[in-house]
């Protein structure tokens, strides 16, 4: 199983960047997926997670710090999960991973997934 993010990259604070983790190897279709991030010298932090339940209805939750700027988002037919982030501001710099669990529940710890992406770097300047 593979877990490629991309997307990160260089933005004003104020601005917008979309985050793609594309799957591979398995179909995370019912499983929680989710974005964590992880800023220098801090503990990997919860963002937001996702799942569908029975494919037509899905279930999101945020990180109070990111509640109503950022959206998860998936398309289980491409295998994928997307973050958009908007109203970016500095303390959103940070290195973002995306994750999977072999299981709906909802968690908020990095170590209940199993599966991680690469991580793609997010800086927001001031």
């Known amino acids: 199983v593979q877990l490629q993010a991309s997307g990160g990259g260089l933005v004003q604070a104020g601005g917008s960047l979309r985050l793609s983790c594309v799957v591979s190897?398995?179909?995370?279709?019912?499983?929680?997926m989710g974005w964590f991030r992880q800023a220098p010298g801090k503990e990997r932090e919860f963002v937001a997670v996702i799942r569908w339940s029975l494919g037509t209805t899905y279930y999101d939750d945020y990180a109070e710090s990111v509640k109503g700027r950022f959206t998860i988002s998936r398309d289980n037919a491409k295998n994928a999960v997307y973050l958009q982030m908007n109203s970016l501001k500095p303390e959103d710099t940070a290195v973002y991973y995306c994750a999977a669990r072999e299981s709906p529940t909802f968690f908020y710890t990095p170590e209940k997934y199993n599966y991680w992406g690469q991580g793609t770097q997010v800086t927001v300047s001031s």
């Open positions: 190897g398995r179909a995370f279709s019912n499983d929680a």
